[in-house]
């Protein structure tokens, strides 16, 4: 590690250390003199003893001789248990900077999306708005700080196996990571007994994993799964901005939003322009936010055979927005919409949230998931006025799957939300002149219902090749389609 680079918080608690090992000036002019030769009433003068050992602290750091200093005074105090302490925190603590620092410009956001994992709920809560780190040297310093009820490295080391997770080191620098990892838990005692179950399974995976020699999988189904929220602090010309994430899974089945996450790829926002906060973005920005998620997908392509499946988690006002129009012009100037090249589905972010009813939920996606009759058995057709009747409608139904011919309200959304229906599919107009929508859309539903996102995706190709695209179905469907077992991990946003 460079001279003048130790972290402040480091730097003060060797400080402490040393004037625990030597509390008195008599104490520390034997250690300097019998381990340096050096005579302490030629460099100490009158001064009080821990601004000597500051003095003397910062002369080793500039002369880049710190691990030289902790090495002799622990040489000359063996049985010291701060002294001891310190030296192995300076030893974890430079090595990893030494790793990270050089990754530190291009990877901070996720280096911060590592840290609030290693946060409780609780320690979240605190924090200011403007306090979210900024540097590498921030975080290991507000990780050194967070009260512990077990060993004081546990934190370190699960910032960095966090960072791991989200994949977006590659080697030599992962393979290096690892290997600090490796060293780290055998030469700190105790600390494999410290860690949580799921974060010592979490090392071992990370420990063992190499992405390099990764095979793809013939059946393998990624997904992309975006998610938009609304900020509520953040306006331009009153027009409402929104906070966005992404993630990538290449594999459905290899995937556990709880258990086994590593596989879920973070994907990076572009950065800030200079006059707009990172992660928050207008409604005009999605398209080509959506366009720098695709085109990260393409180092993880050899891993994947299938095209993912785009999900989006939306507020209740976006959920009638037409995204799946929204057209990615590729290197070949050919304008496709997204719903004819890609199976695009629709997710509540109100279910991301508290959400009261997970029992009931996950009861009906059961249902649906065994279900072997057709669409058109389970889809019950809403028609209401007033939401109320709705509601009682769907819950004396047990209604599993909703149609509607015509975009929902807000309140009808939210009937949708609180009756844990998991499966909505409607026309975003129904006013057409050359075709029956009703019986276009029954033509549809003619099919199981884990076959319906195959069948939604078919009818906007089919729209897509039309001349006349506004008198085809395919050009008006918006699909609901609430998968509990398919969330991203809980790795909450920025405070902003």
């Not at 013939?218 to 992404?246: G, I, M, W």
């Not at 496709?336 to 009906?364: A, D, T």
Request: aromatic share 10%; proline share 5%.
């Amino acid at each position: 590690m460079n001279a003048g680079n130790t972290p402040g918080y480091l730097l003060k608690k060797i400080n402490k250390a040393l004037c625990s090992a030597f509390p008195g000036k008599d104490d520390l002019k034997m250690m300097l003199r019998y381990q340096f030769n050096i005579n302490l009433e030629e460099v100490a003068g009158d001064k009080n003893l821990k601004t000597i050992v500051q003095e003397l602290v910062d002369d080793f750091e500039h002369k880049n001789k710190l691990p030289k200093l902790l090495n002799k005074a622990l040489k000359e105090n063996p049985g010291n248990p701060e002294l001891k302490a310190i030296k192995e925190k300076f030893e974890i603590t430079t090595s990893l900077l030494n790793l990270l620092l050089p990754l530190e410009n291009n990877l901070m956001k996720q280096m911060q999306k590592a840290y609030q994992a290693c946060c409780t709920d609780d320690y979240l809560n605190y924090l200011e708005e403007d306090e979210m780190p900024e540097s590498l040297y921030e975080i290991l310093d507000i990780l050194e700080d967070i009260p512990q009820q077990n060993d004081d490295e546990k934190l370190i080391v699960k910032f960095v196996a966090r960072l791991l997770e989200t994949e977006s080191i590659t080697n030599p620098h992962a393979e290096k990571l690892k290997q600090w990892l490796t060293k780290t838990n055998n030469n700190v005692p105790d600390l494999s007994n410290n860690v949580s179950d799921s974060d010592t399974d979490l090392l071992d995976e990370l420990i063992s994993y190499s992405p390099n020699h990764q095979q793809p999988n013939l059946d393998s189904q990624p997904y992309l799964l975006v998610k938009v929220d609304s900020s509520k602090q953040y306006y331009q010309q009153r027009q409402p901005n929104y906070l966005v994430s992404a993630w990538f899974i290449p594999d459905i089945n290899n995937y556990d939003y709880e258990r086994n996450n590593k596989r879920c790829k973070f994907l990076e926002t572009p950065p800030a322009d200079g006059e707009s906060e990172q992660d928050v973005f207008s409604l005009e920005d999605l398209p080509k936010l959506i366009e720098f998620f695709l085109d990260q997908l393409i180092q993880y392509s050899r891993e994947y055979y299938r095209q993912p499946i785009l999900v989006f988690f939306l507020p209740y006002k976006l959920l009638n927005h037409e995204l799946e129009k929204i057209q990615i012009q590729d290197d070949d100037d050919l304008q496709i919409p997204l719903g004819s090249e890609y199976c695009v589905i629709f997710r509540s972010v109100k279910r991301l949230k508290k959400y009261r009813h997970q029992g009931k939920w996950l009861n009906k996606w059961t249902q649906i998931q065994d279900n072997c009759e057709t669409c058109l058995s389970n889809f019950a057709f809403i028609n209401f006025e007033y939401w109320e009747e709705l509601y009682t409608d769907l819950e004396e139904r047990k209604a599993i799957a909703v149609k509607l011919n015509q975009p929902p309200c807000e309140q009808i959304l939210k009937v949708i939300d609180r009756t844990a229906i998991p499966v909505a599919l409607w026309l975003r107009k129904n006013n057409f002149e050359t075709i029956n929508c009703q019986n276009e859309l029954e033509q549809l539903l003619n099919c199981k219902i884990t076959e319906l996102l195959e069948k939604v995706k078919q009818q906007r190709l089919q729209a897509f090749g039309k001349g006349n695209k506004q008198e085809h179905i395919g050009n008006h469907l918006a699909l609901l389609w609430e998968d509990p077992y398919l969330l991203p991990p809980q790795i909450e946003y920025t405070t902003l």
